[in-house]
């Protein structure tokens, strides 16, 4: 299997700080041109979903990131946390199983979408690499990356995965950015990473939306069954990390669970679980605001969250049991 990952020609460079800032402003607005209702399974739904992953990219460099330069402290919060490894390693196999799906499938439209999104996982990699280099974190040598024998299974785990980590890094982000823990240069040359991560599973929640109206009504009851599997998986897999809250960097299990308690990693104050999900709710209607409300945003974790949220408050349960 290959792709070039060379820059996609057709995608417009961006060159001077005006550039820049248009190419921002578009990767965070985008509207479908057509008035009207936008039926889920369409074909003018696959349309919309993947023009606006295609219009709204943005032309960022990771060779060129000017990395700050900084003071002791904040280089040392960064080089303690606990994400680089697996934060490398996962990109990799989102490019890989991205690309893997995006090949299987015989509609030219979500082919395309899918695999620049699998091109845009490997930028990330790129950017992680460039930054992990620029700071001098060590990482744990890269495994091989291996070609999924179920694209199918493969997408739908990186899918709902990258839903689940990226409603708390959204959170996160937002915590580290209101604490001042790390510097203000570091966080926006950071950004335009946050925001892709927010089209992605904007297009991966399409996409499912999509496939699911699709397919025929023989075929739903084994692709649910797959759903819920999938779902099972992380949540073992998320639940079986938090017994390994104790291990040392670069262990996969101390990593994983980074998004669960990297509050405490971002600020040096306290961090509530209901105030987490507060922010990290806030954070995700707000990243998904300037995208046409008729495109379907991922629900799954953040009902979980609200739900989470309603049960820790007393004064919800009473107003309920009124």
């Not at 001042?180 to 992605?200: C, K």
């Not at 496939?211 to 079986?240: D, N, Q, S």
């Amino acid at each position: 299997m290959k792709q070039s990952m060379a820059w996609p020609p057709d995608l417009p460079h961006a060159s001077t700080a005006l550039d820049l800032e248009a190419a921002d402003h578009a990767a965070r607005h985008w509207t479908w041109p057509v008035s009207g209702p936008l039926p889920i399974g369409g074909d003018d739904h696959r349309d919309a979903a993947c023009r606006m992953f295609r219009e709204t990219f943005n032309p960022y460099r990771p060779s060129i990131i000017a990395w700050p330069k900084l003071a002791e402290d904040a280089l040392a919060r960064l080089t303690g946390l606990p994400i680089w490894d697996i934060a490398v390693q996962t990109e990799g196999k989102a490019r890989l199983r991205m690309l893997a799906y995006s090949q299987s499938l015989a509609d030219p439209a979500w082919r395309d979408a899918i695999g620049r999104n699998a091109w845009e996982e490997n930028r990330h990699k790129e950017v992680l690499s460039s930054l992990v280099a620029a700071y001098g974190i060590k990482l744990a040598p890269e495994p091989i990356y291996h070609e999924p024998r179920d694209p199918e299974w493969a997408y739908l785990v990186t899918g709902f995965s990258e839903c689940i980590d990226s409603f708390f890094a959204f959170g996160l982000f937002e915590v580290a950015k209101r604490s001042g823990f790390f510097p203000a240069e570091l966080v926006d040359t950071f950004e335009p990473v946050i925001q892709e991560e927010a089209r992605h599973i904007l297009l991966f929640a399409n996409w499912l939306a999509w496939h699911r109206r699709r397919l025929p009504l023989w075929r739903r009851p084994w692709f649910e069954l797959r759903v819920a599997a999938v779902w099972v998986f992380l949540a073992w897999e998320r639940i079986g990390i938090a017994r390994g809250m104790d291990a040392p960097r670069g262990n996969s299990i101390a990593d994983n669970n980074f998004t669960l308690t990297g509050g405490r990693s971002v600020s040096d104050t306290e961090v509530s679980l209901g105030s987490m999900l507060a922010i990290c709710l806030a954070e995700n209607d707000r990243r998904f605001a300037g995208y046409d409300s008729r495109l379907p945003r991922p629900t799954t974790t953040p009902a979980f969250a609200r739900l989470v949220n309603w049960a820790m408050s007393p004064r919800d349960w009473f107003k309920i049991g009124r």
